[in-house]
């Protein structure tokens, strides 16, 4: 028997994609809330929501979503937050937390404050996690256990409300950290987005060589191209939203990128040997570190099975020589 305790009495999910279905899937699991009420844009997502049982209740509108609910949670894409605030405003209940799942901090709340009613708590959030797949179908219930939730309730935000919130991921498995909109956006544009446009940047200039075929691209893609592709495979709409509403950051930290490249790119001119090892050396102390901590396995080409070597025919008999 769960003994969990139930944390809220009605959680409303607008948008039910990777996180959100598995905001639905880990929130029943553990009793997060008495019932699960969601909807989506596409008549065809909210279809196969109901399909997989992924809430008690799926409605059409936003709106419908958020009347009597204690806890909202919107997840879409960035760009689209601010609309959806405006939609939800006049029908939400006194004392319902609002948060959000986007990457971009500084933007929804300036996107989003204004349309919320001050009967309600406005607590935005950011789970750092997250896969290169989207849609219902790909959540899991597992995906936030012992992966950061990042909360950035706006000056002068009801602790209490900040409390609720930061245990609901709690009991999602998530770790959680409450800091300002402006410094999770510049933590976030070196540890994610700077590293995604790396990766799109790569893949895109790879598939444009014309002295490398498409072929020869993806049969010899080793094991650093490929952790490239997984992340550029990752949803277009979102990272675009995330790029636009976080592009200071973003560009400050590809500016700082940009030196540092080109130091490297002079030590490999000069045949400086040393330069190379003490900054691989540095990089890799960086490695272990987020390892040591649990934010990723330590296992060899990161726990990546590994087929077993082909059957070998038995060797003949050794025949000596006469």
Not at 96 to 109: C, F, L, M, T
Not at 279 to 285: E, G, L, V, Y
Request: with cysteine; net charge negative; glycine share 8%.
């Amino acid at each position: 028997m769960n003994a969990s305790p139930t944390l809220f009495n009605r959680l409303a999910l607008i948008g039910v994609g990777l996180i959100g279905s598995s905001i639905a899937r880990a929130a029943r699991a553990q009793h997060a809330a008495r019932s699960i009420v969601a909807t989506a844009r596409s008549p065809q997502t909210r279809r196969r929501v109901a399909e997989l049982g992924l809430a008690d209740q799926v409605v059409e509108t936003n709106a419908a979503a958020v009347e009597g609910a204690d806890l909202v949670i919107v997840c879409v894409p960035v760009g689209a937050c601010g609309e959806v605030a405006r939609e939800i405003g006049p029908h939400l209940a006194a004392g319902a937390i609002v948060s959000d799942v986007g990457s971009v901090k500084a933007s929804v709340v300036r996107d989003m404050a204004p349309h919320l009613p001050p009967h309600a708590h406005f607590v935005p959030a950011h789970p750092v996690a997250g896969t290169e797949y989207s849609g219902p179908d790909a959540g899991f219930a597992e995906l936030f256990v012992n992966r950061w939730c990042i909360l950035t309730p706006p000056e002068g935000a009801d602790a209490g409300a900040v409390d609720r919130l930061a245990a609901f991921w709690r009991l999602l498995g998530a770790n959680v950290e409450v800091m300002s909109a402006d410094h999770h956006d510049m933590v976030l544009a070196i540890t994610s987005h700077l590293p995604h446009l790396i990766a799109y940047t790569i893949v895109g200039t790879a598939d444009e060589l014309q002295t490398v075929t498409r072929s020869e691209v993806l049969k010899f893609s080793a094991g650093g191209f490929r952790d490239f592709t997984r992340i550029a495979a990752s949803d277009p709409t979102m990272w675009r939203d995330i790029f636009l509403a976080n592009k200071d950051a973003v560009l400050e930290m590809l500016g700082r990128f940009n030196e540092d490249v080109s130091v490297l790119t002079k030590a490999i001119r000069k045949g400086d040997g040393e330069a190379l090892f003490a900054h691989f050396t540095r990089t890799r102390a960086i490695r272990k570190g987020i390892v040591d901590i649990g934010q990723d396995s330590p296992a060899p080409d990161f726990g990546r099975p590994h087929p077993g070597l082909p059957a070998s025919p038995l060797p003949k008999p050794y025949a000596a020589e006469d």
